[in-house]
């Protein structure tokens, strides 16, 4: 996999950058069939509801691990990205896989992350996430949508919406009608890496068909964490082999 100092630019004035083929069928397959009947899934999933109550279902965790999410979290085509993207050495942060099941998957309403993460102490925006498409995504089974530019707005107040939490409605209103939003339709395979101000939402799954998606974050290494409690790791995430996703086969 190829990133272009088009590439880096197009990060730096959308806020995104969409890669497509980065990991192959055969991966994507074997990364659905974790999702479907593997542990970790099993053990983290739960649900968020949305503003009308509907759930937006995911599994989150904190520690690399040792299984194929770990592979795909270290694997050199994500960390070597997330570097150039970041423009500094990366931490693994979290990774979650996005369970937009067909017919039943709740909305995100727009939210940057860092509204999130501001609040678990992380000093700037230093904070990037790779979101693979597992399954076809597209505006019928809600895809994801995001403002382009909006990393530029710096970080927006958050509130509770439902379970979740998101931007300002107020403002939000006039942010909507200044910047392009963009509906980001993917192939199963493809990644599209953000930054953490980005402002981001995608409507309920009414769709037949799923829309799953596996989320990894990083955080810069040299950007301090305040309290006790470390949800990023402190050391370089280490990279692993070009086809280590392979020996879940
Ligand atoms: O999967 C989605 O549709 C939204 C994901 C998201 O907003 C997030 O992970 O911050």
Same mark, same amino acid.
């Given at each position: 996999?190829?990133?272009?100092?088009?590439?880096?630019?197009?990060?730096?004035?959308?806020?995104?950058?969409?890669?497509?083929?980065?990991?192959?069928?055969?991966?994507?397959?074997?990364?659905?069939?974790?999702?479907?009947?593997?542990?970790?899934?099993?053990?983290?999933?739960?649900?968020?509801?949305?503003?009308?109550?509907?759930?937006?279902?995911?599994?989150?965790?904190?520690?690399?691990?040792?299984?194929?999410?770990?592979?795909?979290?270290?694997?050199?085509?994500?960390?070597?990205?997330?570097?150039?993207?970041?423009?500094?050495?990366?931490?693994?942060?979290?990774?979650?896989?996005?369970?937009?099941?067909?017919?039943?998957?709740?909305?995100?309403?727009?939210?940057?992350?860092?509204?999130?993460?501001?609040?678990?102490?992380?000093?700037?925006?230093?904070?990037?996430?790779?979101?693979?498409?597992?399954?076809?995504?597209?505006?019928?089974?809600?895809?994801?949508?995001?403002?382009?530019?909006?990393?530029?707005?710096?970080?927006?107040?958050?509130?509770?919406?439902?379970?979740?939490?998101?931007?300002?409605?107020?403002?939000?209103?006039?942010?909507?009608?200044?910047?392009?939003?963009?509906?980001?339709?993917?192939?199963?395979?493809?990644?599209?890496?953000?930054?953490? !101000?980005?402002?981001?939402?995608?409507?309920? !799954? !009414?769709?037949?068909?799923?829309?799953?998606?596996?989320?990894?974050?990083?955080?810069?290494?040299? !950007?301090?964490?305040?309290?006790?409690?470390?949800?990023?790791?402190?050391?370089?995430?280490?990279?692993?082999?070009?086809?280590?996703?392979?020996?879940?086969?």
């Amino acid at each position: 996999m190829f990133l272009s100092q088009e590439h880096k630019w197009n990060y730096e004035r959308d806020g995104y950058v969409l890669l497509t083929d980065v990991f192959s069928p055969l991966e994507v397959k074997l990364m659905i069939r974790a999702v479907e009947s593997g542990e970790r899934v099993a053990q983290t999933t739960h649900g968020s509801a949305d503003a009308s109550g509907k759930k937006a279902r995911l599994a989150l965790w904190h520690e690399l691990g040792d299984d194929i999410w770990a592979a795909a979290s270290t694997s050199p085509r994500i960390v070597n990205a997330v570097r150039i993207l970041l423009g500094e050495e990366a931490a693994f942060f979290h990774g979650k896989v996005m369970l937009k099941e067909a017919r039943s998957g709740g909305a995100w309403e727009w939210h940057q992350d860092y509204g999130y993460w501001y609040d678990q102490g992380f000093l700037f925006p230093r904070l990037i996430s790779a979101f693979a498409a597992l399954d076809t995504a597209t505006i019928e089974n809600g895809c994801l949508q995001v403002l382009r530019g909006s990393h530029h707005l710096g970080r927006l107040d958050h509130g509770r919406v439902g379970q979740q939490t998101g931007a300002d409605a107020h403002r939000m209103e006039l942010i909507e009608s200044t910047l392009d939003r963009v509906y980001v339709e993917m192939k199963p395979g493809s990644v599209l890496f953000f930054h953490s !101000n980005l402002l981001h939402s995608s409507a309920p !799954n !009414n769709s037949p068909h799923h829309r799953r998606s596996f989320i990894m974050c990083y955080n810069a290494l040299a !950007n301090p964490q305040l309290g006790e409690r470390k949800t990023s790791e402190q050391r370089p995430v280490p990279v692993g082999a070009d086809e280590c996703i392979l020996q879940f086969a």
